[in-house]
């Protein structure tokens, strides 16, 4: 009985997945879409000089329009790459990005607004981290830092907090220009924490008495030296746990390619000893009596 296949059928789509997996993992494939970007950054630059804007307005029109239809080319190519395992596809956080950044484009709402429109395509400018694996592994990193830098901002503006209070009650009679109100003592120190200004600030207190020294002292250690420190050790571990996840998902993609290596070796192997068992059943029906001629030779006897 004959089987039609279509390109609902498994076989079909894992043919889909291969032409389309072909395509998108080639050297040349990254190239073009990473130059893509490039272009897309490109105009989106030379759209901010009114003059050769309003020149060039229907040239810069068409490129947007070329560049958007190459972006959807790509992320159909992508999900084609997956037609055989579609849940594969929405589960890689860049190709949810990608998707996102192109779907958007099609919105009336989207379309209509020219800010919203140029803020997304200043998102595509991010996508170069998919190509980019250092600049990929950062991006990681900044984000598994959050929770980190949650905890060092909230104890840093406590201490800002603190401080503060602390400078308006002995300064803001002597110094209402840095400390005259809870607002500018936080303004100033959130500079002090950066060294700016330190210099001036020290020669005004002294003024007012030497103890001002130990102020100053005690807040530039602790905001200075041991919240930034704290801060640059947070991103550091968050950049090598990004790193072994990168690492580890190279060892897991080359692991399954190894793996569909063999059963593509070992699946001509089975076919072959399944064909063979069924020759040799085949066989043994053949050298078998047939049981209706052993009836009737019964009969007669």
């Known amino acids: 009985m004959p089987v039609h296949s279509g390109w609902g059928e498994p076989s079909a789509r894992r043919l889909l997945a291969h032409r389309c997996r072909e395509i998108t993992e080639a050297r040349w494939f990254a190239v073009a879409v990473m130059s893509l970007i490039l272009v897309n950054a490109v105009l989106l630059g030379l759209e901010t000089y009114s003059g050769f804007a309003a020149e060039w307005h229907q040239a810069l029109r068409l490129a947007e329009h070329l560049c958007l239809a190459g972006f959807t080319v790509e992320i159909l190519l992508r999900f084609g790459a997956h037609a055989d395992r579609p849940r594969d596809f929405f589960r890689d956080p860049w190709n949810l990005f990608d998707l996102a950044v192109v779907a958007c484009a099609f919105l009336p709402v989207v379309s209509e607004n020219t800010t919203l429109l140029r803020l997304l395509r200043l998102a595509r400018v991010l996508r170069t981290a998919r190509f980019l694996p250092q600049?990929?592994?950062?991006?990681?990193?900044?984000?598994?830092?959050?929770?980190?830098?949650?905890?060092?901002?909230?104890?840093?503006?406590?201490?800002?907090?603190?401080?503060?209070?602390?400078?308006?009650?002995?300064?803001?009679?002597?110094?209402?220009?840095?400390?005259?109100?809870?607002?500018?003592?936080?303004?100033?120190?959130?500079?002090?924490?950066?060294?700016?200004?330190?210099?001036?600030?020290?020669?005004?207190?002294?003024?007012?008495?030497?103890?001002?020294?130990?102020?100053?002292?005690?807040?530039?250690?602790?905001?200075?030296?041991?919240?930034?420190?704290?801060?640059?050790?947070?991103?550091?571990?968050?950049?090598?746990?990004?790193?072994?996840?990168?690492?580890?998902?190279?060892?897991?993609?080359?692991?399954?390619?190894?793996?569909?290596?063999?059963?593509?070796?070992?699946?001509?192997?089975?076919?072959?000893?399944?064909?063979?068992?069924?020759?040799?059943?085949?066989?043994?029906?053949?050298?078998?009596?047939?049981?209706?001629?052993?009836?009737?030779?019964?009969?007669?006897?």
Do not use: C
């Not at 400078?167 to 303004?187: M, Q, T, Y």
């Not at 209706?292 to 019964?298: M, Y």
């Open 135 to 301: 600049l990929r592994v950062l991006m990681v990193a900044v984000a598994r830092s959050l929770p980190g830098t949650l905890s060092f901002l909230l104890v840093g503006a406590l201490l800002l907090y603190v401080y503060a209070m602390v400078g308006w009650l002995f300064f803001h009679e002597s110094d209402p220009a840095h400390f005259g109100s809870l607002g500018r003592a936080l303004l100033t120190l959130l500079l002090l924490m950066t060294l700016d200004g330190l210099g001036d600030a020290v020669h005004g207190g002294l003024a007012y008495s030497r103890w001002t020294l130990l102020y100053y002292g005690a807040y530039v250690l602790m905001a200075s030296f041991v919240l930034v420190n704290v801060l640059i050790g947070v991103v550091i571990n968050s950049l090598e746990e990004a790193k072994e996840l990168e690492q580890q998902e190279e060892r897991e993609q080359q692991e399954g390619l190894e793996q569909g290596g063999q059963a593509g070796h070992e699946l001509p192997e089975l076919r072959q000893r399944i064909v063979a068992a069924r020759q040799a059943l085949d066989d043994l029906e053949q050298s078998l009596p047939d049981p209706q001629v052993q009836l009737a030779d019964g009969g007669r006897r």
